[in-house]
T-cell receptor
Framework: AQKVTQAQTEISVVEKEDVTLDCVYE???????LFWYKQPPSGELVFLIR??????QNEISGRYSWNFQKSTSSFNFTITASQVVDSAVYFC???????????????FGKGTLLTVNP | ETGVTQTPRHLVMGMTNKKSLKCEQH?????MYWYKQSAKKPLELMFV???????ENNSVPSRFSPECPNSSHLFLHLHTLQPEDSALYLC??????????????FGPGTRLLVL
C-alpha cells in the first residue's frame, strides 16, 4: 500500500477558481511530519509547508491553505483564486520517525499536475 | 548565489560514458541528498550524506557512485548507465543533519538522458 496517496493525477481549472489537492497518508507513527512541495516546469521542488502530527491547526498563507485531519489521515491543500502561475506539479510528502534510522526519508506521493487556464 | 544549485542542468550520455553530476548548497546545511525522479513514479531517495558521511544507500546500483567531499558539495558519478536510468536527478539539503522533521530544500535538478 502506498504511504502517501494523491488520488488526483491531473486537475484543470480556469483562473480565479478555487482548487483543492488531496493527500492521504498512512503511518503507524504517532510523531510524523507532512510536507507540500510545488514543482514548476523548471523542475525545482519548492517547499511550501511543513506540519507536524501534533499540530492540527489549519494554516493559511496568502491564497494557500492547508487542512490537516488526523482522523482521516488527510492533509489537503487548497489554492484560492487560482492563477496561471500556480500551474505545476504538487507533491505531498511524509516523514516518519520510526525505528531503523530511516527518519530522514521523505516518502512522496506521485504528485498532482495542476493546470490553471487563463 | 543562494540555495541549492546543480550542474549540468541537462546531460545526454551514452551507455559507455562516464559523467558526474554536481550539487552545491549555499545554505550552510549539514545533510545532502540525491533523489531520482522518473516519469510516472514518485521521487525515490537514492543517497543521504550527514555531516559528509553516507548514512543511506537506498539499494542503488553500483553504476551510481556518490561523493561528498564537504558539507557544501555533493557529486553523483555515473558510469555504464542504462536507458532506464534516464530521469531527473534532484539534489536536496537540510539544516541540522538529516534530523527528524527537517525541511529539505531542493535544487533545480539535472535532466539525464541515456542513449
Amino acid at each position: 500500500a502506498q504511504k502517501v496517496t494523491q488520488a488526483q493525477t491531473e486537475i484543470s481549472v480556469v483562473e480565479k477558481e478555487d482548487v483543492t489537492l488531496d493527500c492521504v497518508y498512512e503511518t503507524r507513527d504517532t510523531t510524523y511530519y507532512l510536507f507540500w512541495y510545488k514543482q514548476p516546469p523548471s523542475g525545482e521542488l519548492v517547499f511550501l509547508i511543513r506540519r507536524n502530527s501534533f499540530d492540527e491547526q489549519n494554516e493559511i498563507s496568502g491564497r494557500y491553505s492547508w487542512n490537516f485531519q488526523k482522523s482521516t489521515s488527510s492533509f489537503n491543500f487548497t489554492i484560492t483564486a487560482s492563477q496561471v502561475v500556480d500551474s505545476a506539479v504538487y507533491f505531498c510528502a511524509l516523514r516518519e520517525t520510526g525505528s531503523g534510522g530511516s527518519n530522514y526519508k521523505l516518502t512522496f506521493g506521485k504528485g498532482t499536475l495542476l493546470t490553471v487556464n487563463p | 548565489e543562494t540555495g541549492v544549485t546543480q550542474t549540468p542542468r541537462h546531460l545526454v550520455m551514452g551507455m559507455t560514458n562516464k559523467k558526474s553530476l554536481k550539487c552545491e548548497q549555499h545554505l550552510g546545511h549539514n545533510a545532502m541528498y540525491w533523489y531520482k525522479q522518473s516519469a510516472k513514479k514518485p521521487l525515490e531517495l537514492m543517497f543521504v550524506y550527514n555531516f559528509k558521511e553516507q548514512t543511506e544507500n537506498n539499494s542503488v546500483p553500483s553504476r551510481f557512485s556518490p561523493e561528498c567531499p564537504n558539507s557544501s558539495h555533493l557529486f553523483l558519478h555515473l558510469h555504464t548507465l542504462q536507458p532506464e536510468d534516464s530521469a531527473l536527478y534532484l539534489c536536496a539539503s537540510s539544516p541540522l543533519g538529516a534530523g527528524v522533521g527537517e525541511t529539505q530544500y531542493f535544487g533545480p535538478g539535472t535532466r539525464l538522458l541515456v542513449l
